[in-house]
């Protein structure tokens, strides 16, 4: 199947484009290619503004979204990257325990802090790469978000974000490419490329580097809505 390209500047412009893309591609599409030049633009208005609970009162609210793959609200709560993990992952139990069985598979930026077996922190094994080589290095900086071991085949269903790799350019900068094997375009997709910019600007702060672009590679583009929902959520 032929691969699609978008490029976009802002996280809500690339949700939008893809959106209608889908609404002309009877709701789906493979090989869907977003490439966004300012991910990490400020998109606080956008979250509440095209929250998807408000379209549908079952389905996602946009900020919960964003914050599985990058918690903002405890980072602006936390003085150093230390008290970011284990604020976070102190407030994550928590809430695992209160309710045992809800998304067992935890959320993205757990998966980060301790991927499941190894308790690897992956975002921080990277910061510290990235403020160590002697020099440029585009390759290794590598985010695991499954693993065989620990994630049974599923048709839909978290993790839907798999892949995750930093690449430093000669200029100092940061891109963020990442692979999603199913991703909703009514529910997930704006809070997902809000959640990546938030953690691409977070590592380019931690080791002094300019951020870059976010390019996101969706095998399976679809929205988990109506056509006319989709319409009016991107209005």
Not at 25 to 40: A, H, K, M, R, Y
Not at 75 to 93: A, C, N, Q, V
Not at 208 to 221: D, E, N, Y
Request: net charge positive; proline share 5%.
């Amino acid at each position: 199947m032929s691969q699609v390209t978008i490029h976009a500047s802002t996280p809500l412009d690339a949700w939008q484009q893809g959106a209608v893309r889908l609404l002309s591609s009877q709701g789906e599409l493979f090989n869907l290619l977003t490439i966004v030049c300012d991910p990490c633009a400020p998109s606080h208005d956008a979250l509440l503004k095209h929250s998807p609970h408000h379209v549908r009162l079952d389905a996602d609210n946009a900020t919960d979204v964003s914050n599985t793959i990058f918690p903002q609200s405890v980072f602006e709560r936390s003085g150093t990257r230390e008290e970011l993990y284990s604020r976070y992952l102190s407030i994550h139990d928590r809430a695992r325990r209160m309710r045992p069985g809800k998304q067992a598979w935890g959320t993205y930026f757990e998966r980060l802090l301790r991927f499941p077996e190894s308790n690897v922190n992956q975002l921080e094994r990277a910061i510290s790469k990235l403020n160590s080589w002697p020099q440029r290095n585009t390759t290794g900086l590598v985010f695991h978000l499954s693993a065989p071991t620990v994630d049974a085949p599923r048709t839909r269903g978290g993790p839907c974000w798999h892949f995750g790799e930093i690449l430093w350019h000669g200029d100092e900068t940061l891109d963020l490419v990442v692979v999603y094997r199913n991703h909703d375009y009514f529910n997930k997709v704006l809070g997902n490329f809000v959640g990546l910019g938030r953690l691409l600007s977070f590592v380019c702060s931690a080791t002094g580097k300019r951020t870059g672009k976010l390019v996101c590679h969706s095998v399976h583009a679809y929205h988990d809505s109506t056509k006319t929902q989709l319409q009016q959520l991107i209005k």
